[in-house]
Every structure is written in C-alpha cells, then in structure tokens.
C-alpha cells in the first residue's frame, strides 16, 4: 500500500465510499444476515444488486451527500469554516430539493436542510437531540482535504454535522469518521488508526461543542464520551471474528455504532478493500452506511489499484465521482475553484437560485 500517491488515494476514497454504498443499498433494510443469504446465496451480496427499483450499482444519499460536502470544499477552496458552511449549506438545500434525492433520505438531514433553506445559520439548523449516523456517512472529504492539519480536520467535521445534527455524539462521530480517513492518507496504513481516531475525538470538550451547536446540557454531560465508548468497543472486538459486525458493536443506525462497524470492518479485513466493503454490506444493521464509511477508509489506504475496476466502472456516476476526488485534491494543493462543471453539480447547486421555490417538488419517497 505504501507506494499509492495521495491522489490514486483521494480518489479511491471517495470511489470507495460510493461503491460501498452501492453494495450496501439492497440489504439496507434486510434484519438478518440470514435474510441476506436466503435471498443472495451462501455468501451473501457479493456483487450490485438492484434495490428499490434502482439498477445495480446506484448508491444513496450516504453517497449524495458525501458529494455536496466534496462540493463545498472544492468551491470555497481556502475560505474560512463561516464560508465552508455557507457553500455547504448551499450544497445540502440543493439536494434535499433536487429529483435525485430518491432514495430515503433520513428524516434528520431533511429537517436541518429545511431550517437551512430558511435561513437558520449553520450552529443552529441541526436538530439538537439526533445523533444518528447522517454526519458520520458523509465525512470522508474533510477527512481527505484536511489529512494534514488535525486541527482543521476536527473543527470542519464537527461543523459539517451541526448543519443537520448537533447532538454532541453526532458532532464526534463525525470527526471520528473523518479521522480515520485522514490517518489512511498521511500514514498508510491501520497501524495506530483508532489511536489517532480517538485522539481526535478527544479535542471535543464541553467548550467547543457548545461553540459547534451543541446544546450546553448536552455538551456538559455527554460531551464526546458515547463515541469514545465506541472507539473502546472496536479496541476489544477487532480481533473477534463475527459473520455480523452489528452482533458485536450495533446496528449503526446512530453515529458512535455507524462509525465503530466501519472501522472493525476495516480492521479485521486489514485494510484490503474488497473484505472491508463485503463485511459491511452483510450486515443486520445499516449495511449501506457502515460499507460506505469501511469504503471511504479502506479505498484512502489501497487507492484506485487495491479496487476491482469492474466496480469502479459500474458504479453509478463513476466518471464524475472520479473528476470531482481530482478536483479536491487539486484544490487542497492549489488555487480555488468556486466553480464546476455541470456534470459534477448534480443536484444543480450552482445552476440556479437554491433559496427560490423549486419548479417541482423533489421525488422524495
């Protein structure tokens, strides 16, 4: 692994993470890996699928999402975090509203997009309570963008959440899906992952997730300790093999549970992608979210070669999934670009007037 350059690994990170998904997408909502064998054989999904009247391949909004948080980062460049946040905003009323939002968006996102799009300022438009894995699952381009600076990686990826959940566990499972990615980068390898995770997650006292959103109460006295609990959990479990992450760490429906499957996912695959995305995708619990955090880290640390490029070719978008990593790499290491192409502005962020009301309502199940 340690002879992939930074760019094959953004690109295989964000790759990563829309071919997870993709994979996870028909289990989904699948109980039991039982159930997930009883309709795709012995080894379960080992392939795409078509789920929900979507051909094979098609991802989710964990994927959608992560592409407007990339989005935000190419377009304000070297801006500050009021900026990031403004353009990222942008970026989430725009799909929330956009005919491509059809594949069961969570109730939280929608809701934070909704007080964006009225204008509540970015600490404030999160709902309060929800920890779920909604901040977590779109992480991984800060992750990419900040790898080498751990202090704008912890206060972007606390940010990003705030903008649809501000519950403090929340707020730390997104620095913590963040971090792994950005160790993956700068160290190349799993050895000392969940060391540096979880120092990261760390630097989350009282004072800063109040700064983020976060309720005081909240911030007072659940703070970062359900994530750091987390992290505990994938230290005692990584060696336990288990045919169900959730059996060991949950069903990652909530943030601390979403990150900490990944992460065992990619521990006990030792990086290799394949076995990574696989474990996640064959899961009781979130599979398509825990497969595309797993994808997220495991393509940072194997870049575009440690995966099968028949997946890469077949996953949905994969060309403009493949120019946007280049163009956040590129801007990470050169002049900002506020604009894009159309083909990556999917969701039209940059083709109209996000705040005007929308020609038709978005297909939204």
């Known amino acids: 692994m340690n002879d992939v350059g930074e760019l094959e690994r953004f690109r295989g990170s964000i790759l990563g993470l829309a071919i997870g998904d993709a994979l996870g997408h028909p289990t989904e909502f699948v109980s039991s890996v039982a159930g997930i064998r009883a309709r795709w054989g012995e080894r379960g999904v080992t392939d795409f699928e078509p789920s929900g009247g979507h051909p094979a ?7 959608q999402m992560s592409i407007a948080v990339a989005r935000a980062l190419v377009r304000n460049g070297h801006g500050d975090l009021d900026a990031t946040m403004r353009v990222l ?14 594949r069961a968006p969570g109730g939280t ?42 202090d704008a990686l912890v206060r972007v990826a606390a940010a990003q959440s705030s903008l649809t959940h501000r519950h403090p566990t929340g707020i730390a499972s997104s620095v913590a899906a963040a971090a792994p990615v950005a160790f993956a980068i700068r160290e190349r390898t799993t050895e000392g992952m969940l060391a540096f995770t979880r120092a990261c997650v760390a630097r989350l006292d009282a004072a800063f997730l109040v700064d983020m959103g976060c309720t005081p109460a909240l911030a007072e006295t659940i703070g970062a300790h359900e994530m750091l609990a ?22 990652a429906w909530i943030g601390e549970e979403a990150v900490a499957t ?15 995305v696989l474990r996640g995708a064959n899961s ?26 028949s997946w890469i070719a077949r996953v949905e978008k994969s060309a403009a999934l493949d120019r946007l990593a280049q163009a956040l790499h590129r801007t990470k290491h050169g002049a ?30």
Request: hydrophobic residues 35%; glycine residues 10%.
């Open 57 to 63: 391949g098609t991802f989710t909004d964990d994927t």
């Open 336 to 365: 900002d670009e506020p604009s894009t192409e159309a083909d990556l502005d999917p969701f039209g962020a940059q083709r109209r007037d996000v705040s005007a009301e929308p020609e038709d309502d978005p297909e939204n199940p």
């Open 109 to 150: 996102c929608l809701r934070g997009c909704s007080n964006l799009e009225r204008g509540a300022p970015w600490r404030e438009a999160g709902v309060a309570n929800s920890k779920g894995c909604g901040a977590a699952m779109r992480a991984a381009p800060v992750g990419l963008y900040f790898a080498e600076d751990t």
């Open 284 to 309: 009781s619990g979130d599979s398509d979210s825990i497969a595309t955090i797993a994808g997220s880290i495991a393509g940072a640390l194997v870049g575009t070669a440690g995966i099968d490029p």
């Open 89 to 102: 905003g942008e970026e989430f009323v725009a799909w929330a509203r956009s005919r491509e939002n059809n």
């Open 230 to 251: 987390a992290l505990d959990a994938v230290e005692a479990a990584q060696h336990q093999e288990s045919d169900d992450v959730c059996k060991l760490l949950g069903g």
């Open 262 to 276: 990944a992460l065992w996912c990619v521990l006990r695959a030792r990086g290799d992608f394949r076995d990574a």
